[in-house]
């Protein structure tokens, strides 16, 4: 969602801010804004549409002063225009906000019968308005921030300026995230540390309900209850913090062809020494102690959840259930005795699947999590947190962090079929190593990806296109049509293979391409006949599959991609691949904006 950051610092503001929105811009791009103090002077500048714009706006009119605040906004309230672009301003305040204030047509109607009036349609000027009210009233910056904080109901990550303060910020958090960052006699604020790294690796989190005031030397921090908190200051590694495309044209490429080695790595993290069993962190878990497991997550996660659901049942045994995050605890699901319950989150702010998890706190017996930020909110309220070891993932396509979450699951299932006496010691040790020759089947099928560019130029011309799949493929063709639509905006949809002619079949002609991803496994004839259904209506099929696959059905197919040959149970971690990079090229070749595609943003923390 938005990002936001707050410099109070010895060099001039504007440059890191811009620096820090550019590292956030991910978040949102709708448009952006920052304000300084200059001299005790506060002034904004702000902006429709991607950063460029601001830093443009900033050339011609600049804004000095070595404190600020900054924002890059994903619109909730309110269309992307300058007036609604933070930061927003009252008087002697200004803010950046995070999240929603749900409850702020009350506050706005209780500000309007004191005659106080509004310019902007968003919910976050009601709380500029009413830090100036309590300003207004006598209250010192501090003491009318936290008066306004305890008015809020919803989400929000906030931090304000205030005319003539030279030194200080206020920030303030409950649902969405937000982390101080220490420099030497500077202080910075941000949405999370990778907005921070040019500046410091000294961080705190702050946690659920924190009222933070800082100055460049000091921070004190407020919890929930009000009462004094101490908050570890935690060195992040730069590792995690990169964010550059590595010589690649965008991050989605970088991020594809990171897959090899970032698999590999999650691989090794989980294996045991002699690479014969699965090791989980800390206390680790004993799957006898389980007899359900509930997976809950949102867009690609949620597919990665489908998948591991086949592998869960069909070696383990355990009985799962996958549901979308959003869905979930507005439906009351009751969760019996001895479920395991599992959120998938790359970020792992992600206010749907947190929602749940809280939901699922007191019922499930155990809370688990896969994710790619160890530090986040999602991480930290498991009682077992698995790390994906993706690496920071920019690209609003998620792509690297699902075949990790994928490594990652499927390394859960052998644990769980082990444990529980589905798969013997031997058994276990040959799927294992067959894991391990993932990564090179990666490098095999990236070498040999060009007629994947190839054939995605002629799918830029589709309208609408189908993806089939059986199985294991079933949830890869979900993910497939969900990377086609988010980058390159041609409307995709998937479907089990068995299920079109119960249907969809209806759209089939020949301008409607249908990929079918289908590697010549047990359930390899029973999708080429649906292969074959499509044809016969005059349907064009796009056929990913193996050497043996081809072999036997690549006549048939209007274009065949062909994928080296791993493992049954692997399959959707590789074929995610040519997903990947048929959404890729075709979004390149129709020229969308592939990093930063339109009305999305990379980490959804609203409801
Ligand atoms: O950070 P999360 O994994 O919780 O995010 C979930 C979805 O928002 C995310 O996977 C989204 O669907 C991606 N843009 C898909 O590429």
């Not at 605040?69 to 269309?79: K, Y």
């Not at 190593?433 to 830029?460: C, E, G, V, W, Y």
């Not at 493992?567 to 691949?577: F, K």
Request: with cysteine; net charge negative; proline share 4%.
């Amino acid at each position: 969602m938005c990002g936001i950051v707050g410099v109070l610092g010895n060099h001039e503001a504007a440059p890191l801010l811009v620096e820090a929105l550019k590292r956030l811009e991910y978040r949102g791009y709708d448009s952006a804004g920052i304000a300084t103090l200059n001299e005790g002077h506060l002034d904004r500048r702000r902006a429709v549409g991607k950063l460029v714009n601001l830093s443009d706006l900033l050339v011609h009119d600049p804004l000095a002063g070595k404190a600020g605040i900054g924002h890059t906004r994903w619109a909730t309230h309110g269309a992307p225009t300058v007036d609604n672009a933070h930061p927003h301003r009252a008087g002697p305040v200004a803010v950046v906000h995070n999240g929603i204030i749900e409850n702020f047509r009350d506050i706005r109607a209780d500000l309007a019968e004191k005659g106080i009036h509004f310019s902007t349609e968003t919910d976050t000027e009601t709380v500029a308005l009413l830090v100036q009210y309590y300003m207004d009233q006598g209250l010192s910056p501090r003491d009318a921030a936290l008066e306004t904080i305890k008015r809020l109901e919803g989400a929000y990550a906030l931090c304000f300026l205030f005319e003539g303060e030279d030194d200080l910020l206020i920030a303030a958090r409950q649902g969405s995230p937000l982390a101080i960052g220490h420099g030497e006699g500077e202080m910075f604020v941000g949405s999370d540390a990778i907005a921070l790294a040019p500046m410091t690796n000294q961080i705190t989190y702050l946690e659920e309900g924190d009222f933070a005031v800082i100055t460049r030397d000091t921070l004190e921090i407020l919890d929930s209850a009000g009462r004094p908190a101490n908050r570890e200051i935690r060195a992040v590694s730069i590792e995690n913090t990169q964010v550059d495309k590595g010589g690649h044209k965008h991050f989605m490429a970088k991020e594809i062809a990171e897959q090899p080695k970032v698999i590999g790595e999650a691989i090794m993290h989980y294996l045991s020494e002699d690479g014969k069993s699965v090791v989980l962190p800390g206390a680790g878990l004993d799957f006898t102690g389980i007899d359900r497991l509930t997976m809950v997550a949102c867009g690609t996660a949620f597919y990665a959840c489908l998948t591991a659901k086949y592998w869960f049942e069909q070696l383990a045994g355990i009985p799962v259930d996958v549901d979308i995050a959003s869905e979930f605890r507005y439906r009351e699901p009751p969760i019996p005795a001895r479920t395991a319950a599992l959120f998938v989150s790359q970020s792992g702010e992600t206010a749907d699947t947190l929602a749940a998890l809280r939901f699922c706190e007191g019922r499930a017996s155990t809370i688990l999590s896969v994710v790619n930020v160890p530090e986040s909110s999602i991480a930290r309220e498991s009682d077992l947190a698995l790390p994906i070891l993706a690496g920071t993932e920019i690209g609003v396509a998620s792509t690297k962090a699902f075949t990790c979450q994928l490594t990652v699951l499927y390394m859960l299932a052998l644990k769980a079929a082990h444990d529980r006496g589905a798969l013997d010691a031997d058994r276990l040790a040959d799927l294992l190593s067959q894991l391990r020759a993932l990564p090179s089947a990666f490098n095999t099928a990236l070498d040999r990806s060009r007629p994947m560019a190839d054939a995605a130029r002629k799918l830029a011309e589709a309208r609408d296109i189908l993806f089939l799949g059986r199985g294991l493929m079933y949830p890869l063709a979900l993910e497939g049509a969900l990377k086609l639509k988010e980058i390159s905006y041609i409307h995709a949809e998937a479907y089990a293979s068995g299920e079109l002619k119960h249907g969809p079949i209806a759209l089939i002609d020949k301008h409607v391409p249908v990929v079918v991803m289908a590697p010549r496994d047990g359930l390899f004839d029973k999708t080429t006949s649906n292969m074959q259904e499509v044809i016969a209506r005059g349907g064009r099929v796009l056929l990913i599959t193996d050497e043996a696959g081809a072999s036997e059905a690549a006549d048939d197919a209007w274009i065949t991609l062909l994928m080296p040959q791993v493992d049954a149970l692997l399959t959707p971690i590789l074929y995610a691949l040519p997903a990947q990079l048929l959404a890729y090229h075709t979004a390149v070749a129709k020229g969308t904006d592939v990093d930063q595609p339109r009305n999305l943003a990379k980490s959804v923390t609203v409801e």
